[in-house]
């Protein structure tokens, strides 16, 4: 119970509209979430998988998280507003993380008892609708965009954002361009900076073309006048 109260508390901390922590433990379905959790993932160690299997179910039709009961979840998950979000069998979450509703850490692969699901390091933001497949790691101090496919690995201190998913800073260096805060909705967007750097180049190639075709028609001129020239010659020796 202790821990369950600490993660109240933290939620209450870290989100701007919760008044207090006994409103969290009350109407917050991402705490009541870890609750069913924490009871789920207490039998499935016992291996009464059937009982914990129930316990997740019954939680997901309740709060609409669902969460495998096999799932490793550290301290302080703050799981904001929560619905649709799914975590698979062998997902592991670090501490002080915040996960927003619709993300998916989800498996690949049909082996059973082998590693399927993403491990989420410490204080990782994991933003609205993002979809994270596979048996890497998401490094420390991340943060995945909203709506952001992501299949590899994520080194610490990342920012990875689109579909797919593309790492656009690394530790306190950018990669692309700047990143004005660690949220959900200002980050760069790499495919919108593609486009303007391929019509930058669509630009710069017109200038060179109509460059070139300046100097073929000024040559051009001074061709005809040449005959013209050659031309008014022959008469006046005529």
Not at 39 to 66: C, D, M, N, P, V
Not at 120 to 141: E, H, Q, R, S, Y
Request: proline share 4%; hydrophobic share 35%.
């Amino acid at each position: 119970m202790g821990k369950l109260l600490d993660d109240a508390r933290l939620i209450a901390s870290r989100d701007p509209a919760a008044k207090s922590t006994l409103e969290v433990i009350l109407l917050y379905p991402g705490f009541h979430a870890l609750v069913y959790h924490r009871a789920a993932h207490w039998f499935y160690r016992k291996k009464r998988f059937f009982t914990a299997r129930f316990i997740s179910q019954f939680a997901r039709h309740f709060t609409g998280i669902e969460i495998h009961p096999g799932a490793k979840i550290g301290k302080g998950l703050f799981i904001d507003h929560g619905m649709g979000v799914v975590i698979g069998e062998s997902a592991e979450i670090g501490d002080y993380c915040t996960i927003y509703h619709g993300v998916t850490l989800g498996g690949t692969g049909k082996d059973k008892g082998a590693k399927r699901h993403p491990t989420v390091g410490n204080n990782v933001l994991i933003g609205a609708g993002a979809k994270v497949l596979g048996p890497f790691k998401i490094g420390d101090n991340s943060t995945i965009g909203a709506n952001t496919f992501v299949s590899f690995e994520v080194e610490p201190y990342s920012t990875v954002v689109g579909v797919k998913g593309r790492t656009v800073k690394k530790g306190n260096r950018r990669v692309i361009s700047p990143s004005e805060s660690l949220d959900q909705i200002h980050m760069p967007d790499p495919i919108s900076q593609e486009i303007c750097r391929l019509e930058s180049r669509i630009q710069h190639v017109e200038r060179q073309c109509f460059k070139s075709g300046d100097e073929g028609l000024h040559a051009d001129m001074k061709a005809r006048e040449g005959k013209e020239s050659r031309h008014s010659d022959n008469k006046h020796e005529k």
